[in-house]
């Protein structure tokens, strides 16, 4: 497994002006009006898709004359639950460790047919349906601005992406001839490598107690994957001819992108 190299200048960049700060003795704000330094984090996010592929939704041949149509979706719409916990280093700069499970809303689907024959009398119909879903790692740091009204602070928060996404493709081959037809099933899912980006949050947090706060954010984030791996199942002799003959085997040239626009809330617990 190879880890972008660029990587670890993310996690420098990130890190290393919170260490800088640290000392700092001019507190921004009263995010950290408690007298604990360590936090937890839990959130919720919903997310639409910044850059959305081109899926063929339906595509046909009837003799010599094919016919297609495409449409745009992203595997990037969907919501995330996460939790993280973070340290104060003063009361503007924190560090975090982040972690959160994605679920894709936006399932794909696509009909292809192939027809032959007097009369049309033989071909089959693949019909599937793809979605989305990764759990992602984000190492951050966070930054109070000055606070707009008592109890009230904006932040930013720049953090790296360590994405391990998967899609899954589920559908039926339908068989027609002379005969009758024949239905068979099957599975995919695409996997492998780790996804690298970069999300940069802003938002505010509202101080309810010395304890507990609420924050609301603006997301974006970039993160694309290359998966390496499919894995298929339900495999059938009758179908042989429309799947590898390894259950997992190379995607070469395979790009999925994952960036997106979402709106975070969520709840800050001071330990």
């Known amino acids: ?16 002006p919170g260490c800088l700060f640290a000392q700092s003795t001019q507190p921004v704000g009263k995010m950290a009006a408690s007298s604990s330094r360590i936090y937890l984090i839990f959130d919720f996010a919903h997310n639409t898709g910044s850059q959305p592929e081109q899926i ?6 009837e003799w010599d004359v094919q016919k297609s149509s495409v449409e745009f979706r992203s595997f990037a719409d969907g919501y995330t639950l996460g939790a993280g916990i973070g340290i104060w280093l003063n009361k503007t700069y924190a560090i975090e460790l982040y972690g959160e499970q994605f679920w894709g809303t936006n399932t794909i689907g696509s009909k292809n047919s192939i027809n032959f024959g ?7 119909t693949t019909e599937n349906s793809m979605s989305s879903s990764a759990f992602v790692l984000s190492p951050a740091l966070a930054i109070n601005l000055p606070e707009i009204m008592s109890g009230i602070t904006p932040y930013i ?3 790296a992406l360590l994405g391990f996404p998967s899609i ?3 559908g039926k081959v339908i068989y027609s001839g002379q005969s009758g037809n024949e239905i068979v099933p099957f599975e995919s899912e695409e996997s ?17 107690s010395n304890t507990f706060s609420l924050t609301g954010a603006l997301a974006l984030s970039s993160l694309n994957w290359k998966p390496d791996k499919l894995t298929q199942s339900n495999r059938d002799q ?12 190379s ?5 999925h992108n994952f960036s997106s626009i979402g709106f975070r809330i969520g709840l800050v617990i001071s330990m």
């Open 56 to 61: 063929v939704s339906s595509e046909s041949l």
């Open 168 to 170: 899954t493709n589920k």
């Open 157 to 159: 928060r720049l953090g």
């Open 1 to 16: 497994m190879k880890i972008n190299k660029h990587f670890s200048f993310i996690l420098f960049f990130m890190i290393m």
């Open 238 to 249: 009758t179908y042989r001819d429309l799947v590898s003959d390894d259950d997992a085997h």
């Open 192 to 208: 492998g490598r780790i996804a690298l980006g970069y999300r940069v949050d802003a938002g505010v947090r509202v101080l309810l």
């Open 251 to 255: 995607l070469p040239g395979v790009l």
């Open 118 to 124: 007097d009369a049309r009398q033989h071909g089959s």
